[in-house]
């Protein structure tokens, strides 16, 4: 028979190529019921051995994948959990995600990764997806959106990435510490000698500055030092666009001659302000000192090498997608008590050669 032909063998091997193995056929290959099949595929049940390993090396040979859009519309769960944070394509965000999805695949999710829009059409989707959680990292999202998805029903985990007057009934948090963190930077900071500490908090917006865990941190520590609020204000460099703040940070560097330690909101922002300071001839650490948050790879990397703030990302993912599953249990079987849902961490001060001097 020629290969073009179309025979009966080739009708019938091309029928079983596209034909979905059901749940059906691995119970007549493993010469079990549907019901033992379902217990071994949903582990929920005991099954003696012999016939689980019946159903696992049926399922492995007809290469059977249960239909998940199916179960989900069945157990009303996607098995999806969906990250929505600021900046997709920050190393900080990347490492959450990496860690969440190692924790969440373990457990029989997928994790997706979106960057917040706040407009209402954005958050339809969100809600309609159905997904089994969704995890916010984003100082922008807005909290009436958060309120919303929480009252839709789905299980909501909210990272503390600045301060929230009121957080919505039925929503998880996770605090990283960051607030005494960046307090602990600082002061190592005025303790090495710092008299005139600089804040760079591009591309944060000055209506913005109260919410912001950083400045509130700067402005503690600032007051504790004897700074009035006027001074703090002076001292932190804001307010200016994304293709023109390093033109004028450097300009405000070469005014400002008694700047001699400069903290900012991430790493890139602290290697950043590391070249600029050193293109103008301060060096570091002895002119400037640098303090970074998120303790990145570039604060290792560039030279010198940069004093961070490091945040517990791996610990902070995993008790995400815990809390995920928790408050999913809890909406089950009215268990999950409030202070089950807020989890505080605490930050690591990584210190290098941008802050390596003698107080």
Not at 36 to 42: A, D, K, P
Request: charged fraction near 30%.
């Amino acid at each position: 028979m020629k290969p073009n032909s179309k025979g009966t063998d080739g009708q019938d091997g091309e029928k079983k190529k596209n034909l979905r193995v059901t749940r059906a056929d691995v119970a007549k290959y493993a010469g079990v019921s549907e019901t033992i099949v379902s217990y071994v595929l949903n582990n929920n049940r005991y099954v003696a051995a012999e016939k689980r390993e019946r159903v696992k090396k049926a399922v492995a040979e007809l290469n059977y994948h249960p239909n998940v859009i199916a179960r989900a519309l069945r157990k009303k769960t996607s098995r999806q959990i969906l990250l929505i944070t600021d900046i997709v394509i920050d190393e900080f965000f990347g490492e959450i995600l990496y860690q969440l999805d190692k924790y969440a695949y373990d457990k029989g999710y997928l994790v997706s990764l979106c960057k917040y829009h706040n407009v209402d059409s954005y958050l339809g989707r969100v809600i309609n997806s159905q997904f089994d959680g969704i995890i916010i990292n984003s100082a922008g999202f807005k909290t009436e959106y958060i309120n919303q998805i929480a009252q839709a029903g789905t299980p909501v985990v909210l990272f503390l990435t600045k301060k929230y007057e009121q957080i919505p009934d039925g929503v998880a948090t996770i605090d990283s510490g960051l607030y005494k963190g960046v307090e602990e930077g600082l002061e190592t900071l005025w303790k090495k000698g710092a008299k005139n500490i600089v804040y760079l908090a591009e591309p944060l917006k000055k209506r913005d500055l109260q919410k912001d865990i950083r400045f509130l941190a700067f402005q503690e520590v600032g007051k504790r030092h004897g700074l009035t609020d006027e001074k703090i204000l002076e001292q932190t460099f804001i307010g200016f666009d994304e293709d023109l703040w390093q033109e004028e940070f450097a300009k405000y560097l070469a005014k400002n001659h008694q700047v001699d330690a400069v903290f900012t909101r991430n790493d890139r922002l602290a290697a950043t302000a590391s070249q600029i300071a050193q293109t103008l001839g301060r060096k570091i650490p002895n002119d400037i000192m640098i303090l970074g948050v998120d303790n990145s790879s570039i604060s290792r990397l560039i030279t010198p090498s940069i004093t961070t703030i490091e945040q517990q990302k791996e610990e902070m993912s995993r008790a995400a997608i815990e809390l995920i599953e928790s408050m999913n249990q809890g909406a089950r079987n009215g268990t999950l008590q409030r202070q089950e849902t807020e989890k505080v961490f605490t930050t690591k001060l990584i210190e290098r050669d941008s802050t390596n001097r003698l107080g």
